[in-house]
C-alpha cells in the first residue's frame, strides 16, 4: 500500500490533525467464542497529524516503545492506508504519537485497537470529503483483523454481539447492567493469538456445542440483566480447555477463581484472565485469591465497562468527529 503522497495528488486529504482514542477489549468471556466481546477502560491515545510533505514520522510510548516498529509496517498506519486506499485516496505524510496503555499479547485486544485506531485517524482526516459510517468501519477492521470480535467493542463500546453474514460483518451492542465489575489479571508472560487460535479443534462434539449455545444465551442475560448468574453463564466447553496446554498459569488461576465462585475466563486468546465480578466488593475477594493462589505474578486491572468505543476529534478545533 502506497504510503506518501506528493503536493501534486488531487484528493489528497486536507492537512489536519485528530485525536484518536479506544479502548481495550476481551473477546469470548468464556462461552462466547469468536462472538463476544466487550470494551474495557484501558485505552491507547493517539495524534495523527497529515504533513504537508511525503513522509512517515512515528512516536511510540507506553505499552511497546521499542518493540513494535515506526515504519510504513506499524499496524496502526497500515489500517490508515488501507482506509485510504478503500476509497481511492493516497494516504499523506504522517506525524502519528501513540501513547499505548492496552498491554501487548495479553488477550486485551491490543491489535483490533491499533486497527481500529488507524481506521478512526483515516476516518477523521478524511472528514468533510469522504464519509466512513459505522458498518463500512467494521466491514474495514474485520477485513484487516480477521474477525468481528475484539474489533466491534473496540468501535462502538459495551457488549457486543458480532456475526458475519452475506452482507459482511454485523454486530449488536448492548448496555451492562451496572452491577458487573470486570478485573483483569494481567501476566508477564505473552500469547501470541495465532497460536492460540490454533490449539481450538475445527469440529467439537454435538454435546458441547449445545452446551455453549445454552452458556452464550444464559450470558447475555446475565450481563444485561443478572449478575448473579455470571458463573453458570460463563462456563465453556468450546475452547478454553483445548488452550490450557499452552497457558498452564492461566488455566491454574482461571480453576483457582471458579473453585472460589468467581466467574473468571480466560480473556480473548489469552494469557490475562478476565473476571466478571458481580459487584466492585467482590474484586478485592477476587484479588487476595488470585495473590494467594498463584506463585505466578498477575497484575490486578480494577476496570470499567467502556461505553463509547473508539472516539475521534479534531485535534485543531477540539470538535467530536466519532461517534
Known amino acids: 500500500m502506497t504510503v506518501t503522497s506528493g503536493d501534486s495528488n488531487a484528493g489528497a486529504a486536507p492537512v489536519r490533525s485528530v485525536a484518536v482514542r479506544v479502548p481495550a477489549t476481551s473477546a469470548n468471556l468464556g462461552p462466547g467464542f469468536d462472538t463476544l466481546g466487550l470494551a474495557l477502560s484501558v485505552y491507547d491515545e493517539l495524534v495523527v497529524t497529515a504533513l504537508p510533505e511525503p513522509g512517515l514520522e512515528i512516536e511510540v510510548t507506553g505499552e511497546g516503545a521499542g518493540e513494535v516498529p515506526t515504519d510504513a509496517s506499524h499496524l496502526v498506519v497500515r489500517a490508515m492506508a488501507y482506509a485510504f486506499e478503500a476509497v481511492g485516496r493516497e494516504l499523506p ?146 475452547h478454553q480447555s483445548y488452550r490450557a496446554q499452552a497457558m498452564p498459569a492461566t488455566d491454574a488461576l482461571v480453576r483457582s477463581l471458579r473453585a472460589e465462585g468467581f466467574a473468571a475466563v480466560v480473556s480473548g486468546a489469552g494469557p490475562s484472565v478476565l473476571v466478571l465480578a458481580d459487584g466492585p466488593g467482590r474484586r478485592l475477594d477476587a484479588a487476595r485469591v488470585a495473590a494467594s493462589s498463584s506463585e505466578t505474578p498477575w497484575e490486578p486491572l480494577m476496570l470499567a465497562v467502556d461505553v463509547k468505543g473508539g472516539t475521534v476529534r479534531d485535534h485543531t478545533e477540539g470538535s467530536t468527529v466519532w461517534p
Open 93 to 238: 505524510g504522517i506525524h502519528l504519537s501513540a501513547h499505548n496503555t492496552i498491554p501487548h499479547g495479553r488477550g486485551m485486544g491490543s491489535s483490533g485497537a491499533a486497527v481500529v485506531a488507524g481506521l478512526l485517524a483515516a476516518k477523521g482526516l478524511l472528514a468533510g470529503d469522504v464519509e466512513f459510517g459505522p458498518d463500512t468501519l467494521l466491514r474495514l477492521a474485520t477485513e484487516l483483523e480477521g474477525h468481528p470480535d475484539n474489533v466491534a467493542p473496540a468501535l462502538f463500546g459495551g457488549l457486543t454481539i458480532a456475526w458475519i453474514d452475506e452482507n459482511g460483518p454485523q454486530h449488536k451492542k448492548l448496555l451492562v447492567q451496572r452491577g458487573v465489575s470486570p478485573l483483569v489479571f494481567v501476566p508477564e508472560f505473552t500469547m501470541s493469538t495465532s497460536v492460540a487460535r490454533g490449539l481450538a479443534p475445527l469440529q467439537v462434539p454435538r454435546e458441547d456445542a449445545v452446551f455453549n449455545v445454552s452458556r452464550s444465551a444464559l450470558l447475555i442475560a446475565a450481563l444485561t440483566q443478572s449478575p448473579e448468574l455470571l458463573m453458570a453463564a460463563t462456563e465453556d466447553k468450546l
